[in-house]
C-alpha cells in the first residue's frame, strides 16, 4: 500500500490535499461561476504545485 | 487528443522507466548471469501484458465515461506532480540529478551480497514496477479512444524496444540520457492532461475547447520554470 502511494503519488501529502480542494471548489462554484470555474480549478492546482515544490525531498 | 501528443508523451516516458528497469537488468546480467537477468525479465513482462490484459477493457467496458474521466484525470494529475516536482528539485539543486553509473554500481554492489534468488527477484521487480507506470500511462491515455490507444500503446513499444537494442549493443548503463528534462516534459503532459480531463469529467466548461490544453501546458511550464529560478536565487542566498 505504502509503495503503491509512493509510485503514484511520490509519497506527497500536498497533493492529494490540493487536488480534492480543487475538486470540491469546482463541484460547488460551477453553478455559480459558470465558465469562471474552469479559472479557479487550474488557479487551485497550480497552487498545489508551489506547495508541493516546498515539502521535504523524497 | 492528437495521436501525434500521444505517442510522444508515451514513448518520453516509457524510455524512461526502461532505462531505469534496463540498468538494473543490466546489473543482475553481470553479476547473476545472463540467463537469470533475461528469465526474470520475460516473467515480469508476461506478468503484465496479463494484468493490462485484463484491465485495460475491464476499464471500458464496466465505468462510464465520465467517471472514468475523472477517475484517470486525478490519476495523471498526480503522477504529473509526482514527475514534475523531482524535475524541479533536481533542476534547483535540491536533489540530486540521477546518476545511472552510480546506481549501476551500487545494484552491482548490492547484488554480489546476495543469492542468485535475490537476484532474480530485483530484475523481476524492476521491470514489472517500471513496466507498470508505462501500463498505468498507456491506459490512462487511451481511455475512450481506440485510435489513441494504438498511438499510445506504440510509442511505448517503440521506446521498449529502443532501450532494449541499445542495451544490447552497449551493454553499459544510459548515463548520457537526459532524464531531468524528459522527466520535465512528461511531468508537465501529464499534469496538463490530467488537469483537463478531471476538469471536464467535474462538468467545467473551458473556454477554448479542446485548445484550453495548450494554455494549461504553458501555464505549468511558466510556473515550474519560475519555481526553478526562486529555488535556484533561494539556494545561492544560503
Not at chain 2, 22 to 47: E, H, K, P, Q, S
Not at chain 2, 141 to 159: D, E
Amino acid at each position: 500500500m505504502r509503495n503503491a502511494y509512493k509510485l503514484i503519488a511520490g509519497n506527497s501529502v500536498v497533493t492529494p490535499i490540493g487536488i480534492a480542494i480543487a475538486i470540491i471548489l469546482a463541484m460547488t462554484l460551477r453553478g455559480l461561476l459558470g465558465q469562471w470555474v474552469g479559472a479557479v480549478y487550474v488557479a487551485v492546482l497550480l497552487c498545489t504545485l508551489v506547495a508541493a515544490t516546498m515539502e521535504p525531498v523524497q | 487528443m492528437n495521436p501525434w501528443v500521444a505517442g510522444g508523451t508515451t514513448f518520453i516516458a516509457s524510455a524512461l522507466e526502461f532505462v531505469e528497469a534496463a540498468t538494473i537488468v543490466l546489473a543482475v546480467g553481470y553479476t547473476a548471469g545472463w540467463r537469470v537477468a533475461l528469465t526474470a525479465t520475460a516473467c515480469a513482462l508476461a506478468v503484465l501484458v496479463v494484468l493490462t490484459g485484463l484491465l485495460g477493457p475491464a476499464l471500458l467496458l464496466y465505468v462510464p465515461l465520465r467517471d472514468l474521466q475523472i477517475a484517470i484525470g486525478i490519476f495523471l494529475t498526480l503522477f504529473g506532480y509526482t514527475w514534475l516536482r523531482k524535475a524541479i528539485w533536481r533542476y534547483s539543486g535540491r536533489k540530486a540529478l540521477r546518476d545511472e553509473d552510480a546506481a549501476y554500481a551500487a545494484e552491482i554492489e548490492e547484488l554480489r551480497r546476495h543469492e542468485q534468488r535475490f537476484a532474480f527477484a530485483t530484475a523481476f521487480n524492476a521491470v514489472l514496477l517500471e513496466g507498470l507506470e508505462v501500463a498505468i500511462i498507456v491506459i490512462t491515455f487511451s481511455v475512450g479512444r481506440f485510435g489513441t490507444f494504438v498511438w499510445a500503446l506504440g510509442g511505448a513499444l517503440i521506446a521498449g524496444l529502443l532501450v532494449a537494442v541499445s542495451a544490447a549493443l552497449l551493454r553499459a548503463p544510459f548515463s548520457r540520457v537526459p532524464e531531468n528534462a524528459m522527466g520535465f516534459i512528461v511531468g508537465i503532459m501529464l499534469l496538463s492532461f490530467g488537469t483537463f480531463w478531471s476538469g471536464e469529467g467535474l462538468g467545467v466548461q473551458w473556454w477554448y475547447g479542446e485548445t484550453t490544453l495548450l494554455w494549461i501546458v504553458l501555464l505549468y511550464v511558466a510556473c515550474s520554470l519560475l519555481l526553478i529560478i526562486a529555488r535556484k536565487q533561494t539556494q545561492a542566498v544560503r
